[in-house]
């Protein structure tokens, strides 16, 4: 079974293109302009986020 | 800041659907706002920016040579193993745009016309009453503002933050988005400069396709788009991807990389419901994307004129309820939706054939018979299918096997 935990962040490979944001079921994420805040009261730790991400920022 | 306290029309997004929005609007003498979270309108693109000719023709733009900066005549497809097939027309099916100019344009068009367009405008929140959305409250340059709309429109891209914020559900599930990679490559050689180069593979694009968009020559060298969209599901990154392929394109890798894009695709799973009480989605907010390619510009603005149709009456009749606007709903099935459905049913077919049997698919087509299928003449259709079946056997195997 895959582990729950938050997604890892990595701010340096970023793209802000919000393909995350798009996929969250939850509505945990929040990208303005060039910062991605998760909200981790809301996140679910289903790990979309980490799928969707054309570059790896999110894992 | 000069703007009202209330508007007829409040759009979130600066894209080809919110902008067409304002157009449209202003040009019925609606009063608009449009509000555009980036710096500026028309960047970052998210694109791989072709759009066909039959776009162009229905919704009345004139390709500019400023943003229209190169002609396309069709497509070469490869086959995984790299046989190609090219599909030529005598005239140009369609352009490579530059999305930073094109959107500069229908914003500039917008203004003048009379629409209020602000960039660096975030919408943060939608305001209610009761069930009645009946505007927004937006951030620009650190400063909170609160808009009055009789009607607000979301089109804010594949996140669609304002209308999920407004309580509609566009959530996209992973298995319907594609996740996308893009380079502008520049000092290069592209081997048909006049065409789209699609490469299918397995392998380097699960699911969808990598694309060569040609822009232009300079000093004997092209540039454009060279990029790829994978399975949103997919544990490998649609960048590992696009990387690990351009190590095997020996010409292509010694190109400069001179604007890296990221961006994901909204490919299915069309919504039931895209309004509520004064609110409507449109574009890529309201997943309204070719769910085998996934362009979306044309198919957005498209939607956007609908949707002006059906505000201009809500707003003269006085009806702001979801019932009176979800007829848009029901006019862009009509229209496109029911369309894009059936080939969602086609693209669930194409992506379970194997990287082997595309291979025995391509080698029994030539360019002349995919021109004669793509062309959807059903009688011309069947005859090539046909040839080809009475020729090749395994080829009826294959058909049958996804088919059923």
Redesign the interface.
């Given at each position: 079974m895959e582990e729950k935990r938050f997604p890892e962040f990595k701010p340096e490979l970023c793209?802000?293109?919000?393909?995350c944001?798009?996929?969250?079921?939850a509505?945990a994420l929040?990208?303005?302009?060039t910062k991605l805040e998760l909200n981790k009261e809301k996140c679910i730790k289903c790990l979309?986020c980490t799928?969707?991400?054309?570059?790896?920022a999110l894992r | 800041m000069d703007f009202e306290k209330e508007y007829d029309i409040v759009i979130a997004g600066g894209g080809p659907a919110g902008l067409r929005t304002a157009i449209k609007a202003a040009e019925k003498k609606l009063k608009v706002l449009l509000l555009e979270k980036d710096q500026e309108i028309g960047s970052p693109v998210r694109c791989g920016e072709g759009l066909g000719m039959g776009w162009f023709n229905r919704l009345g733009i004139k390709p500019d040579p400023q943003f229209a900066v190169q002609s396309i005549y069709g497509a070469v497809l490869y086959s995984p193993k790299g046989k190609k097939l090219v599909v030529r027309f005598d005239k140009a099916s369609g352009y490579i745009i530059e999305r930073r100019i094109f959107e500069k344009f229908l914003a500039r068009e917008a203004a003048s016309k009379g629409a209020t367009l602000i960039a660096k405008a975030t919408v943060i929140d939608v305001l209610k009453e009761g069930e009645q959305v009946t505007g927004v409250k937006f951030v620009h340059a650190g400063e909170e503002f609160s808009v009055k709309a009789k009607v607000v429109v979301a089109a804010d891209g594949v996140e669609s933050t304002v209308a999920r914020k407004a309580g509609l559900n566009t959530t996209n599930a992973l298995y319907n988005v594609d996740s996308g990679y893009q380079y502008e490559m520049a000092g290069v050689k592209f081997e048909h400069p006049d065409l789209i180069a699609l490469y299918f593979s397995n392998k380097y694009a699960n699911r969808g396709y990598l694309w060569i968009f040609p822009k232009g020559e300079i000093n004997g060298k092209n540039y454009g788009n060279v990029g790829v969209g994978i399975l949103g599901s997919d544990t490998k990154t649609a960048k590992k991807c696009l990387d690990e392929w351009l190590e095997t394109q020996p010409e292509l890798k010694k190109g400069s990389k001179i604007i890296v894009n990221a961006g994901c695709i909204p490919v299915g799973g069309l919504l039931d419901k895209m309004t509520l009480n004064g609110l409507i989605a449109v574009g890529d907010a309201a997943h309204q994307v070719n769910p085998i390619h996934g362009g979306g510009m044309g198919i957005a603005m498209e939607a956007a004129d609908l949707a002006v149709e059906v505000i201009a009456e809500a707003i003269e009749k006085n009806d702001l309820s979801d019932e009176f606007l979800s007829q848009y709903t029901k006019k862009w099935f009509e229209l496109r939706g029911n369309k894009l459905q059936s080939l969602v049913k086609k693209r669930k077919m194409l992506e379970a054939i194997s990287d082997e049997d595309f291979e025995t698919i391509v080698n029994s087509l030539s360019g002349e018979d995919v021109l004669k299928l793509a062309g959807g003449d059903m009688l011309e259709s069947a005859k090539v299918v046909t040839k080809k079946l009475m020729k090749n056997p395994k080829l009826a195997t294959i058909l049958l096997k996804y088919l059923k």
């Amino acid at each position: 079974m895959e582990e729950k935990r938050f997604p890892e962040f990595k701010p340096e490979l970023c793209m802000y293109c919000a393909g995350c944001v798009a996929v969250c079921p939850a509505l945990a994420l929040n990208l303005n302009e060039t910062k991605l805040e998760l909200n981790k009261e809301k996140c679910i730790k289903c790990l979309a986020c980490t799928k969707i991400c054309p570059v790896g920022a999110l894992r | 800041m000069d703007f009202e306290k209330e508007y007829d029309i409040v759009i979130a997004g600066g894209g080809p659907a919110g902008l067409r929005t304002a157009i449209k609007a202003a040009e019925k003498k609606l009063k608009v706002l449009l509000l555009e979270k980036d710096q500026e309108i028309g960047s970052p693109v998210r694109c791989g920016e072709g759009l066909g000719m039959g776009w162009f023709n229905r919704l009345g733009i004139k390709p500019d040579p400023q943003f229209a900066v190169q002609s396309i005549y069709g497509a070469v497809l490869y086959s995984p193993k790299g046989k190609k097939l090219v599909v030529r027309f005598d005239k140009a099916s369609g352009y490579i745009i530059e999305r930073r100019i094109f959107e500069k344009f229908l914003a500039r068009e917008a203004a003048s016309k009379g629409a209020t367009l602000i960039a660096k405008a975030t919408v943060i929140d939608v305001l209610k009453e009761g069930e009645q959305v009946t505007g927004v409250k937006f951030v620009h340059a650190g400063e909170e503002f609160s808009v009055k709309a009789k009607v607000v429109v979301a089109a804010d891209g594949v996140e669609s933050t304002v209308a999920r914020k407004a309580g509609l559900n566009t959530t996209n599930a992973l298995y319907n988005v594609d996740s996308g990679y893009q380079y502008e490559m520049a000092g290069v050689k592209f081997e048909h400069p006049d065409l789209i180069a699609l490469y299918f593979s397995n392998k380097y694009a699960n699911r969808g396709y990598l694309w060569i968009f040609p822009k232009g020559e300079i000093n004997g060298k092209n540039y454009g788009n060279v990029g790829v969209g994978i399975l949103g599901s997919d544990t490998k990154t649609a960048k590992k991807c696009l990387d690990e392929w351009l190590e095997t394109q020996p010409e292509l890798k010694k190109g400069s990389k001179i604007i890296v894009n990221a961006g994901c695709i909204p490919v299915g799973g069309l919504l039931d419901k895209m309004t509520l009480n004064g609110l409507i989605a449109v574009g890529d907010a309201a997943h309204q994307v070719n769910p085998i390619h996934g362009g979306g510009m044309g198919i957005a603005m498209e939607a956007a004129d609908l949707a002006v149709e059906v505000i201009a009456e809500a707003i003269e009749k006085n009806d702001l309820s979801d019932e009176f606007l979800s007829q848009y709903t029901k006019k862009w099935f009509e229209l496109r939706g029911n369309k894009l459905q059936s080939l969602v049913k086609k693209r669930k077919m194409l992506e379970a054939i194997s990287d082997e049997d595309f291979e025995t698919i391509v080698n029994s087509l030539s360019g002349e018979d995919v021109l004669k299928l793509a062309g959807g003449d059903m009688l011309e259709s069947a005859k090539v299918v046909t040839k080809k079946l009475m020729k090749n056997p395994k080829l009826a195997t294959i058909l049958l096997k996804y088919l059923k």
